[in-house]
């Protein structure tokens, strides 16, 4: 009797730590983002966010101090014109960091749900989605701007953009907003066949595309959000397209990489790519860098024609972001949390934190 | 393997309960958790049966006269009893197999039950994988968390004056004891090891299965409160429910037991 309690009991202690394992869940929650000023690279990877020196690749400083397993970083953080770093958390707390310390300014704490997506910072405004269905508009010093958060229908996983009328975003319940920049008031919505997993971007003309996770990329009309064109991809569209005027690029679940002309002028092209692409493309100059699943980074010349992929350990999730000449690429499930590439793909430095 | 055998087809099966019943998650956890139940009950039929043997060895005559006989030699003790589980058919282990089977279950379904409402982009893209192909996941994607009051993804709390109750981790609690006290075996022996193990785990039980409800996402609370109704229902049916057991000083009447020897 007594080797039978102690077997149960041992095995329950077994099923809370596993619960407890499955509860933080810090390698499947998502992936990091990554940003970057002159000086610094931002990412937002894991229990810390690090600035790392762009030209030697050396830690600068991480934040917090000591890590807490509950409190995971992954959206990509965003710079204000006064010298903050936002970033938020999936304990629902919003930071804002000094970029040259990585001391706390403040904290916004008013959120319910985690902070999936990077913020968007105007000249002097903090727009901010969370998952928690709301959009909260807030000063450089954390403070609300409008009285009451806008109120979507659904959770917002990516960051809103804004043309300086409006504030557009997608959400997990397959509509698109359009919130008034100063009041926060509802402009427009728009349903789309899809959850919007990532973000939009602004076209010309008064248009604004969103990628769905029913695999159409779609255009709508920024006034009055009417839909204007959808193109469909083979497969599932996750953090959203990429414009550079001419084009916008967008990649699907089954490495299918697309160029859809912005206006009639234009010719679309397609490459198949070796694995899913979920982030979204970086448009550098006349080339367009995109990451996959299996661990390749795609340089792509605008035209579709040059197609120079280079590997990086690990998988690409993550968004790449553009700092000066360099290329930054977030791998997971990598040995580096951090590798920068030149234009030519050779990397120049990788960033592996201390334990 | 973990994944593959459990977690994976779970997965399927919630998704596709949820979608034959019109999108409500809670349900959809409530019909798994009476599929789950029907699925073991042979196994549960079987461990009431086992447990009504112990108790009923417990008691006999024959148990007692060999532990009078053999008190100062634990090892030939130890012996005899393992005849006489063996001569009268008894499985020393088939009591608690039922309760070792749960662990697994409950250890997928956490994880089927997250897998599917897919709180975070890692869950929501491993989820994109695992879902079989006849599924249109972009049409059931995001799944409606949503049940009475609570967000199942996440744990609950009642707010009530600016304070967060923990409405179903107490309800998790009180179904989880009242379910061990109603079915617990009757015993007229008070050095009965079995009897004395079955009264800390109608103490310990609540209390694990409270602070899971406590620290975990609500969909598994709404699993276990199913499961321990489920579990009277199921002892009900089979004329094992003691109700008096839930009244402060009760004892059981030993005359009856006496009597069935």
């Known amino acids: ?355 | 393997m973990w994944e593959t055998i459990i977690v994976n087809p779970f997965t399927n099966v919630l998704l596709l309960i949820y979608k034959l019943i019109g999108g409500n998650f809670g349900i959809a956890i409530i019909l798994f958790t009476i599929l789950i139940r029907l699925i073991t009950h042979p196994l549960m039929a079987a461990q009431i049966k086992s447990s009504t043997k112990m108790t009923e060895f417990q008691q006999s005559k024959q148990w007692q006269d060999i532990q009078k006989k053999y008190k100062g030699d634990k090892e030939k003790l130890a012996q005899e009893q393992m005849n006489l589980y063996k001569e009268l058919g008894i499985s020393p282990f088939a009591s608690c197999l039922p309760s070792i089977i749960q662990i697994p279950l409950i250890f997928g379904l956490y994880q089927s039950i997250m897998r599917a409402l897919a709180p975070t982009p890692g869950q929501l893209l491993i989820m994109t994988r695992v879902v079989y192909p006849f599924f249109h996941l972009a049409a059931l994607v995001p799944l409606n968390s949503k049940f009475l009051w609570m967000n199942l993804g996440q744990p609950e709390r009642v707010y009530m004056f600016g304070v967060g109750i923990p409405l179903l981790a107490i309800i998790v609690a009180l179904t989880t004891y009242v379910q061990s006290k109603v079915t617990m075996p009757a015993s007229t022996n008070p050095g009965d090891q079995g009897a004395q193990m079955n009264k800390m785990m109608a103490l310990y039980m609540p209390l694990l299965l409270g602070y899971f409800a406590l620290t975990f996402a609500s969909g598994l609370s709404v699993y276990f409160i199913t499961g321990n109704l489920i579990g009277v229902a199921q002892y009900a049916l089979l004329g094992k429910v003691n109700w008096r057991a839930l009244i402060p000083g009760y004892k059981p009447d030993t005359t009856a037991l006496v009597r069935n020897k």
């Open chain 1, 1 to 355: 009797m007594k080797i039978k309690f102690l077997v149960l009991v041992g095995l329950l202690l077994v099923l809370a730590v596993l619960l407890g394992g499955c509860a933080t869940g810090l390698s499947a929650s998502s992936w990091p983002g990554v940003t970057a000023d002159t000086n610094y690279a931002y990412i937002a990877g894991g229990p810390y966010v690090y600035a790392v020196n762009l030209q030697t690749g050396a830690e600068v400083w991480r934040f917090p101090a000591k890590a807490a397993t509950s409190t995971p970083y992954y959206a990509t953080p965003a710079l204000t014109p006064d010298g903050q770093l936002i970033v938020g958390s999936f304990d629902h707390k919003l930071y804002s960091l000094n970029t040259q310390s990585g001391a706390e300014n403040w904290v916004f704490d008013q959120a319910k749900d985690r902070w999936i997506g990077g913020v968007l910072v105007t000249s002097d405004t903090i727009y901010a989605a969370n998952a928690d269905y709301k959009l909260y508009a807030l000063s450089f010093t954390g403070t609300l701007k409008w009285v009451t958060p806008f109120q979507a229908d659904q959770a917002i996983w990516g960051s809103p953009v804004s043309d300086g009328t409006n504030v557009y975003f997608g959400t997990l319940g397959r509509h698109v907003y359009a919130v008034n920049a100063q009041t926060g008031r509802q402009t427009w919505v728009q349903t789309v066949d899809g959850a919007i997993l990532g973000s939009p971007v602004l076209g010309l003309d008064n248009t604004i595309y969103v990628g769905t996770y029913g695999g159409v990329l779609v255009s709508l009309n920024t006034g009055n959000g009417s839909i204007l064109r959808q193109e469909t991809a083979s497969s599932w569209i996750w953090h959203g397209p990429a414009q550079d005027g001419t084009n916008v690029y967008v990649g699907d679940a089954n490495g299918k990489f697309y160029a859809f002309p912005m206006t009639g002028t234009g010719q679309p092209w397609t490459q198949q790519l070796n694995g899913a692409i979920v982030g979204s493309p970086l448009v550098w100059d006349s080339t367009i860098i995109v990451g996959t699943e299996s661990g390749n980074v795609y340089f792509i010349d605008n035209t579709g024609q040059n197609v120079r992929p280079v590997t990086v350990p690990g998988k690409i999730y993550a968004t790449p972001a553009a700092a000066g000449t360099l290329v930054l690429i977030a791998p997971t499930s990598g040995t580096n949390l951090l590798v920068a590439l030149d234009q030519n793909g050779a990397v120049k430095w990788s960033f592996t934190p201390a334990k």
